[in-house]
C-alpha cells in the first residue's frame, strides 16, 4: 500500500481531495481482499477481478462498484502495467450483475417548506438545537451541501442593512476552482442566525 499511495501522491492537484480519498480507501479494500484471499493484487487480472466483483456484488451497488472497478485499473496504470481487465469474462460479469441488481439510484427525498419547518421545531431547546435550527435553515435557503455548510465562516456572512442574509459559499462540488457563488437567506435564516451568534 505505501507504493500505491506514493503514486495517489502523484495525483495531487489534479484531482479533487475526496476523489484521492476514495481512490485510496478503495485501493486498500482491494489490496486486503487480495491478502485474504492470497491473490497478488496487481497487475490486475481478468481472473481476480471476476472474483471481486462476484465479492463485492452481495454487499454493494452496481455503482459502487463499477466505480471501485474504474479506481483499480486507473492504479495498474498509473503502476505501469497493461489493462488486462477488458475481457469478455469481465463483461459478462458486469451484465450479470447489472441485471441482477436495481440500476435505478434511488434519489434522497428533498426537503420542502413544510418539512423543514416541522425539523426546526423538532429541536431542542438547547445550545446544540439553537445551531441546529440556524443550520437547517441556511442549508434550506442557500441550496448547501453539508460540506459547504461547515465551511462556511462568520466572514462568509453578512447581515445586511435591511435586515436580509447575505452569504458566499466559496468551493462546493461542482465548483472545484473556488470561484464562490453568492447566496441570500431568507428573514427566518437571520433570525435564526443571529440567536445562535448571541448565544
Not at 12 to 41: H, M, R
Not at 145 to 157: C, N, P, Y
Request: net charge positive.
Amino acid at each position: 500500500m505505501s507504493h500505491i499511495q506514493a503514486i495517489l501522491a502523484t495525483l495531487e492537484g489534479a484531482y479533487a481531495p475526496n476523489t484521492l480519498k476514495s481512490y485510496y480507501a478503495d485501493a486498500n479494500a482491494f489490496v486486503d481482499w487480495c491478502s485474504e484471499e492470497n491473490i497478488v493484487p496487481f497487475p490486475l487480472t481478468s481472473a481476480s477481478i471476476r472474483r471481486y466483483i462476484e465479492a463485492m456484488a452481495v454487499n454493494y451497488s452496481y455503482a459502487s462498484i463499477r466505480r471501485r472497478l474504474s479506481c483499480l485499473r486507473r492504479i495498474n496504470k498509473l503502476l505501469g502495467h497493461q489493462d488486462e481487465t477488458q475481457t469478455e469474462e469481465i463483461y459478462l460479469t458486469i451484465r450479470r450483475l447489472k441485471r441482477s441488481k436495481c440500476l435505478e439510484q434511488q434519489q434522497a427525498v428533498g426537503i420542502n417548506h413544510t418539512l423543514l419547518v416541522k425539523m426546526i421545531d423538532a429541536q431542542p431547546d438547547t445550545l446544540a438545537g439553537v445551531r441546529n435550527k440556524a443550520l437547517l435553515s441556511l442549508g434550506y435557503d442557500f441550496l448547501a451541501r453539508r460540506s459547504e455548510l461547515v465551511a462556511l465562516r462568520t466572514t462568509d456572512l453578512e447581515f445586511t442593512r435591511d435586515g436580509a442574509l447575505k452569504g458566499m459559499i466559496r468551493k462546493s462540488k461542482t465548483d472545484q476552482y473556488g470561484r464562490g457563488r453568492l447566496v441570500f437567506g431568507s428573514e427566518r435564516s437571520t433570525k435564526l442566525l443571529r440567536g445562535w451568534f448571541r448565544k
